[in-house]
């Protein structure tokens, strides 16, 4: 069984404050760790022409990490953003973000919100 199954519906629902922004955003719900596979994510993405992902989320050694390496192999530009991001443990959440930095870092930004919206912003 999927995690999301044991939980209460609360606290798998889009938070308000993101809800809020839905439409013009658009909500992909996934039962998988990774949100590339069947293919419908990364289709609507390509229809709109986007090159670049700036990602958060929760479980940096599991679905973010699925997210990050999934979007490196469809060559996206990949922008993290370190303190968005959070796992059940610090020693796994650290390690995650220790391997995506040393191996990646040619395929992918690892940045503060901070950081990214400063630039974001200026550009």
């Not at 069984?1 to 922004?21: I, K, N």
């Not at 293919?39 to 989320?57: I, M, N, Y």
């Not at 490196?72 to 953003?81: A, E, P």
Request: with cysteine.
């Amino acid at each position: 069984m999927m995690t999301g199954e044991h939980l209460p519906s609360e606290m798998v629902e889009l938070v308000q404050p993101l809800a809020d922004f839905v439409p013009p955003a658009r909500v992909f719900d996934k039962r998988v760790y990774s949100p590339w596979i069947g293919g419908r994510f990364h289709a609507a993405l390509a229809d709109e022409k986007v090159t670049t992902l700036v990602l958060s989320g929760g479980e940096t050694d599991v679905c973010v990490l699925a997210t990050t390496l999934g979007a490196i192999d469809l060559g996206y530009r990949v922008v993290l953003l370190k303190d968005a991001v959070c796992s059940g443990t610090d020693e796994t959440h650290d390690a995650s973000l220790e391997l995506l930095n040393d191996r990646f870092s040619v395929q992918l930004n690892l940045s503060t919100t901070e950081e990214f919206l400063s630039v974001a912003t200026n550009a």
